[in-house]
């Protein structure tokens, strides 16, 4: 059984690509086979995970896109990038942005991505998919692929309304598109406990939302270790293990684990 999680706001700087990676790292060494695909034009996944030139790469998540869209064949392991024992990529760039476009048009444009998805779901245990920060086209594909959506929320400010949102782009996905989708959790990242408005926005967020959907126990803390990781391409378990962002981030893999498939 394989699970597809989307990772997914569509506020920017909120901890999606960082928890992509390091939750990815995580489930992978864990002996869990992992497939990360960056669904953002920006390519922060495929940067961070050190590849730093993605638009000299061979093959992408854009082309996977024109080749479903185009019901062309998909030769076996197109644009997959081997990362490291049991982690795989599907890197994105520029070229994503100018596929969006042409997605308009599709027929069932809004499952091209999950054709692709399902096929993939034999080879792996976990499929995350690291969401651009919008609601467009792109985004709706990767709830239409997944079974759950782990949605970061940066506890530095006053998120209720952009949640309200997604919630309800999420909920529209479920009754049209995907029925098994549901809710991972809602993951708190940057958090400095230290201040009094970081725990007046985590109580405000339980009191809005808790009873309705999962809030994940474990808080992402503030770390400028954390922050560091993208630059040196390293993830928080190899760059920092001893630090509070590493030991959060295991905690959050074991709560992903425990939830199962
Ligand atoms: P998103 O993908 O939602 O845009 P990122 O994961 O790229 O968000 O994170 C936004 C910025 O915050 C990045 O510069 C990243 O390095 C930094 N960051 C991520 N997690 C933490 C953390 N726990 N503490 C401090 N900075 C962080
Ligand atoms: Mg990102």
């Not at 086979?33 to 998540?61: F, M, N």
């Not at 080879?123 to 709706?140: A, E, H, Q, R």
């Not at 922050?227 to 959060?248: C, F, H, L, Q, R």
């Amino acid at each position: 059984m394989s699970k597809v999680i989307a990772v997914a706001n569509q506020k920017g700087g909120v901890g999606k690509t960082t928890s992509v990676m390091n939750l990815g790292a995580g489930l992978a060494s864990a002996g869990k086979k992992v497939l990360l695909v960056d669904l953002d034009p920006q390519a922060s996944l495929t940067l961070s995970l050190g590849y730093r030139e993605p638009d000299k790469l061979e093959a992408s998540v854009a082309d996977i896109i024109s080749r479903v869209v185009n019901d062309e064949d998909i030769p076996e392991g197109l644009g997959i990038i081997h990362v490291s024992d049991n982690m795989d990529l599907l890197p994105s760039n520029i070229q994503l942005s100018a596929v969006e476009v042409s997605m308009v048009n599709a027929m069932s444009r809004e499952l091209v991505l999950r054709y692709y998805i399902e096929q993939a779901r034999e080879k792996y245990d976990f499929i995350l998919i690291d969401c651009m920060p919008s609601l467009g086209i792109l985004t709706v594909n990767a709830l239409a692929s997944a079974d759950s959506v782990l949605v970061p929320v940066q506890a530095a400010y006053l998120p209720v309304k952009g949640l309200q949102q997604l919630i309800k782009t999420i909920y529209t996905v479920k009754r049209r598109l995907n029925s098994r989708l549901s809710i991972e959790g809602i993951l708190f990242t940057m958090v400095d406990r230290r201040t009094l408005y970081a725990k007046e926005i985590i109580e405000e967020v339980n009191e809005a939302y808790g009873k309705s959907i999962p809030v994940f126990s474990t808080e992402i803390p503030i770390s400028v270790r954390a922050s560091e990781t993208s630059m040196v391409a390293k993830n928080i378990y190899d760059y920092d293990p001893k630090g509070k962002a590493a030991s959060a981030y295991s905690a959050l893999t074991q709560e992903v684990l425990k939830h199962g498939c």
